[in-house]
């Protein structure tokens, strides 16, 4: 029963995971990484604003003690509870310095808000995994040890999150934080097999293959994530809603580069596919790694040739995070306890 409970709590998580990726990735998309400048809480409150009023001073309001306004473009915490008068009172207010963004944009706020609610929710099946992994710590110790580390893991990404808008979307954080959600997915890619209980399977393909496709997607990925910065520069340069035209032309040799490794990582993937293929076995985890492989060929090469459409960006990255949870669960897959 503890078993089930366990695959299903794994499961969970993963598909909570991937749910953040998503989300985190609709963030880039939108320019929505500032739309809850503090954190955690956003613009002080635990249900953020939905109009620009809540956040603007305003006579004969009450305020709670950190809630955050937008005032003479600076944004200031308040010190206490009260009730405002007649003018605004600079020593109710205590102005905000870890960073000096001070826009409100609900729908920024919300975007926002939504992916920090979904990682806040995927902590509560890791919790319970740990919480039962130590029940059975003499039995299976390492359900506690995968437990620890993804717990640990999303532990060190809201932290970097925090970070990330204390330092006002610094970008080198930005790949960080999507690097250690990757991790997640693989801590439980191999908590998923190890689930199995018997010993490695014996597959038609070397695992040192699979071990060198799965290191070559890690290196794509953040390759990709350089090119994301540099798209992310240019919409900070000409908006949210400028037209893209062009936009592949001012991004440098990277572009290239991860063009290339593209074709690079699904030529070995699909020789893998082929080669289990050939000998005549169905395997379910390379025939998806092989499917989104080639989806992710696609979407790159749709965002490449028509001027980095919006809405494949958080496809492409997702694809990408599918990949290498295919990989890993394939690289560790084992047969079932009879």
């Known amino acids: 029963m503890k078993e089930l409970w366990f695959r299903r709590l794994v499961r969970i998580e993963l598909l909570l995971i991937f749910l953040v990726i998503l989300a985190g990735s609709v963030v880039r998309m939108t320019g929505s990484g500032m739309g809850c400048p503090d954190w955690p809480q956003c613009f002080g409150y635990m249900i953020p604003p939905t109009e620009e009023s809540q956040v603007l001073w305003t006579a004969g309001k009450e305020y709670s003690d950190g809630q955050m306004i937008v005032h003479a473009d600076a944004m200031y915490s308040a010190n206490g509870d009260f009730t405002s008068g007649d003018e605004y009172n600079p020593e109710n207010w205590t102005k905000y310095t870890k960073h000096d963004y001070a826009i ?19 902590g509560l099946p890791m919790v319970l995994l740990l919480v039962l992994s130590l029940t059975e710590i003499r039995r299976k ?18 932290w970097l999150g925090k970070e990330v808008v204390d330092g006002n979307l610094i970008p080198g954080q930005i790949t960080y934080h999507m690097l250690g959600a990757f991790a997640i997915v693989m801590v439980l890619a191999l908590f998923l097999n190890t689930l199995r209980g018997g010993k490695l399977k014996q597959l038609p393909i070397p695992r040192g293959l699979i071990f060198i496709a799965l ?16 798209v992310d520069g240019l919409t900070k340069m000409f908006g949210d809603d400028a037209s893209r035209d062009g936009w592949i032309s001012k991004l440098d040799f990277m ?27 169905f395997l379910k985890f390379m025939n998806g790694a092989f499917a989104m492989v080639m989806l992710s ?23 990408s995070a599918g990949i290498i949870g295919t990989l890993m669960f394939g690289l560790t897959l084992r047969e079932k306890d009879a």
């Open 104 to 122: 409100f944009n609900p729908t920024h706020t919300w975007v926002e808000y939504i992916n920090r609610l979904l990682g806040a929710l995927s």
């Open 141 to 158: 110790p390492s359900y506690t040890l995968y437990s620890a580390i993804g717990l640990f893991l999303l532990g060190f990404e809201a």
């Open 215 to 230: 290191v070559l997607m890690l290196i794509q990925t953040v390759l990709g994530t350089q090119v994301r910065e540099q």
């Open 255 to 281: 572009i290239y580069v991860h063009r290339s490794a593209s074709l690079v990582v699904t030529g070995l993937i699909f020789y893998l596919w082929y080669k289990t293929k050939k000998a005549g076995q």
């Open 297 to 319: 060929t696609l979407t790159g090469a749709i965002l490449f040739y028509f001027d980095i459409p919006k809405v494949l960006q958080p496809v492409h990255l997702l694809l």
